[in-house]
């Protein structure tokens, strides 16, 4: 049966009508992996100057941040961490509720195996608690070297992270509520992994057409991977879908 989820005229302020937190909440017990993209109405992950930061509105804003204070520990590909710039995670309004007993804000889980990251920026020089290296055994040794010292580092793969194997070590770090920012060559893998159990999907109500990649970008899967759909939010015409592994 089709049905009519909500019209135009029925639209709330999503930041007043809605607690992130609530709507956001991860299973009270086990380890959960999230991810959280967006993508514009015709597919694409990032804009015209090559990031997906533009891409969403204030509500959408306010979102990526609940879902950082939700984490216990924030992956994102190193791809990401250039492009987009990352630094450490900045705490957000309501952080110190959402975070009771745990750190003030989640570390950063960075995927590398380059490791060609700017070990003088503030991604190393300033996060507490320390940036994590996800990285594998065949990275540059003197690399390695020189990051051990400024991160803390996880080899989970020889030539290639293992994704399910990462989940499990993040596990036994006590990291059970994971968070993945993407890339969408990183996302690509952790679902062809089948450690994804979530994806929060926001639609920008906008068009670019061009060549940017859509939110998966990689090997295609062997088999399709099913989500099923658990919630649907809309502000300003963007729609934030939650979609969780069938
Ligand atoms: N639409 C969205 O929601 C969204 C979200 C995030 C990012 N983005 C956009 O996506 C673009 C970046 O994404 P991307 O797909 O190009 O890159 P990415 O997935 O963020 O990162 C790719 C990099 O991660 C490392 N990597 C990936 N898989 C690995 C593995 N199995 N083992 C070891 N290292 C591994 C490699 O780093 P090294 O090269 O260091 O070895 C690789 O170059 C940017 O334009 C960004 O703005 C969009």
């Known amino acids: ?45 990032w804009s015209l100057e090559g990031r997906s930061g533009g891409l969403g509105n204030e509500a959408d804003r306010q979102l ?39 750190t003030a804000v989640p570390p950063l ?8 990251l700017d070990l003088d920026g503030p991604l190393f020089t300033e996060a507490e608690p320390r940036t994590i290296l996800l990285t594998v055994e065949s ?20 030539h290639a992270v293992d994704f399910a194997l990462a989940v499990k070590q993040l596990e036994a770090r006590g990291h059970r509520r994971l968070l993945c920012e993407g890339g969408p060559h990183v996302l690509a893998q952790v679902v062809a992994a089948g450690v994804l159990d979530e994806l929060c999907l926001t639609v920008s109500p906008i068009m670019l057409s061009g ?26 015409g963007h729609l934030f879908m939650r979609y969780l592994k069938a």
């Open 1 to 45: 049966m089709m049905r009519r989820l909500s019209s135009a005229s029925e639209t709330a302020d999503l930041t007043e009508a809605v607690d992130l937190a609530e709507a956001y909440a991860y299973p009270a017990e086990g380890t959960w992996l999230r991810a959280n993209m967006i993508s514009t109405l015709d597919g694409a992950a």
């Open 64 to 102: 990526f941040s609940v879902m950082r204070g939700l984490a216990d520990v924030v992956i994102a590909g190193a791809g990401t961490a250039r492009v987009e710039g990352y630094g450490p995670v900045d705490p957000g309004p309501g952080w110190a509720e959402l975070r009771a007993g745990r």
């Open 109 to 116: 889980a960075v995927v590398s195996r380059r490791l060609d």
């Open 139 to 158: 990275a540059p040794a003197d690399r390695l070297q020189q990051v051990r010292e400024l991160a803390d580092v996880i080899v989970a793969g020889e």
């Open 211 to 236: 060549t940017a990649s859509r939110v998966l970008n990689g090997t295609a899967l062997a088999a399709p991977a099913n989500m099923t759909l658990e919630q649907v939010l809309e502000d300003e």
